[in-house]
Every structure is written in C-alpha cells, then in structure tokens.
T-cell receptor
Framework: DTAVSQTPKYLVTQMGNDKSIKCEQN?????MYWYKQDSKKFLKIMFS???????INETVPNRFSPKSPDKAHLNLHINSLELGDSAVYFC??????????????FGSGTRLTVV | SQKIEQNSEALNIQEGKTATLTCNYT??????LQWYRQDPGRGPVFLLL?????KEKRKERLKVTFDTTLKQSLFHITASQPADSATYLC????????FGTGTRLLVSP
C-alpha cells in the first residue's frame, strides 16, 4: 500500500514535447512537494502546495506548471521539454504546520530523459 | 543562505563496525536537522529528526548528535550491516527542505 505514488517511473521523450507526471498520497497529509534531483544527485525543491494552494515556487521556468486538484494529488506538467530538464523528479508529502518527528514521505521518483 | 555540507567521498567500512557520517552547516542556526537514507532508484526515506535542544537521539542502531557550538551533526550506525549500504542525506529547513549532497556508505561483509 504505497504512501506516495508517482507515475510514470520512467519517461523518455523528445525535445519540445509536453509531458505530465502524476503524484498521489494516501497519508492524509496536507502539504505536497515536487523536488528535482540532478545528475549530481543534488535534491532541490521546485514547488509546494498546502491544501491545494501554492505556497512555494522556487525559481523554476514557467514551462513547469504544478496542479493540485485536491490535497491528495499534485501533478507536474512540463511544456516544451528541453535537454536540461532531464533529471529525477520526486513527489513528497508532509503533515502539519511545524516540523514533524515523522519527517517527509517521498515517492520513488520519475526519471525523465529528454532526447 | 542555508548551506549543508557532507563529505562527498564514499565511506567504506567493515561489517560490524560503527559508521560515522558528518554534517556541517553554515550561515545559519537550524532549529532541527533531519537525516534520510536514499537507495539507488528510490526516494529518500526519513530516519531521524533532532532538535537543537536535543544533544542526542537514538533509534535502534542509529544515533544522531547535534552540536550547535561546532555547527555539526554526526550520524552513527552501530554494528553496521551490508544492508546499511546507501546514501545518507542531512537535511534542514521546513517545507522548503535544503539537502546536503549526501554521503555514500558502503559496508563490506
């Protein structure tokens, strides 16, 4: 019973295409995130939603558009894909308005390869 | 800006020994630090959170310390096993997590 699930796990696509990555959490958490892990394995936040409201939007090209239809889902749509978008994208969720002793729960990642 | 530094070189140890990983932070004073484990092809998995007023936190074979004077957290795995081989990430921040680069631990049988 996966807590944070994202699909697809692998995505290979051509430059210029538009693609979406879906994320769902069944933990009842009220905050969801997208993180990007680059080729050097460095994780960096992209977006965060709290109860369907955007609360963090890091310096990300506006080709990336998150959408949260409800607090259990946070999808990531990417327009006009570029070679530099190739990375692993992680969805995560957390609960509460302060740090939790349970930490953040991450999905298993989507490896995006743009060719 | 917040900055987390971890030894980027892999740590190789023998099974049964204690592994010690270091996390140093600069430019700020975090109220707490988190440690995560990441295996290849998987997302980070939360292990422990330690607050600035807690000198030490334990969970089974894991122990984390927080030294606000040295601006450092140490992560220990006692009686290490090959299954402990993974990358360990030191993390700070709330909602907007700031990750260290991680230290890869290799435990040999």
């Amino acid at each position: 019973d996966t807590a944070v699930s994202q699909t697809p796990k692998y995505l290979v696509t051509q430059m210029g295409n538009d693609k979406s990555i879906k994320c769902e959490q069944n933990l009842g958490h009220d905050t969801m995130y997208w993180y990007k892990q680059d080729s050097k394995k460095f994780l960096k936040i992209m977006f965060s939603y709290n109860n369907k409201e955007l609360i963090i939007n890091e310096t990300v090209p506006n080709r990336f558009s998150p959408k949260s239809p409800d607090k259990a889902h946070l999808n990531l749509h990417i327009n006009s894909l570029e070679l530099g978008d190739s990375a692993v994208y992680f969805c995560a969720s957390s609960q509460g308005d302060r740090e939790s002793s349970y930490g953040y729960t991450f999905g298993s990642g989507t490896r995006l390869t743009v060719v | 800006s917040q900055k987390i530094e971890q030894n980027s070189e892999a740590l190789n140890i023998q099974e049964g020994k204690t592994a010690t990983l270091t996390c140093n932070y600069t430019n700020y004073s975090p109220a707490y630090l988190q440690w995560y484990r990441q295996d290849p092809g998987r997302g980070p998995v939360f292990l422990l959170l330690i607050r600035e007023n807690e000198k030490e936190k334990r969970k089974e074979r894991l122990k984390v310390t927080f030294d606000t004077t040295l601006k450092q957290s140490l992560f220990h795995i006692t009686a290490s096993q090959p299954a402990d081989s993974a990358t360990y990430l030191c993390v700070t921040g709330f909602q907007k997590l700031v990750f260290g680069t991680g230290t890869r631990l290799l435990v040999s049988p």
